[in-house]
């Protein structure tokens, strides 16, 4: 389960250096880390549910 905290880390990691830019650009970067945030949940979760179904074999 140690990628799954490194992915938490990054995702604190550029949510907190976007808060240090310009505020202009902050509602666009905000924006983006979200959805990189997004991709990167949906990403665990498959691995999760295809670590938990392919031990059932």
Known sequence: M???FILLLT???QHLYFFK???EEFSLAFAGTTVHDMFNWLK???SIANIRFSLKR
Do not use: F, G
């Open 2 to 4: 140690q990628p799954v």
């Open 11 to 13: 995702s604190l990691n």
């Open 21 to 23: 830019e310009k505020h």
């Open 44 to 46: 665990v979760l498959i």
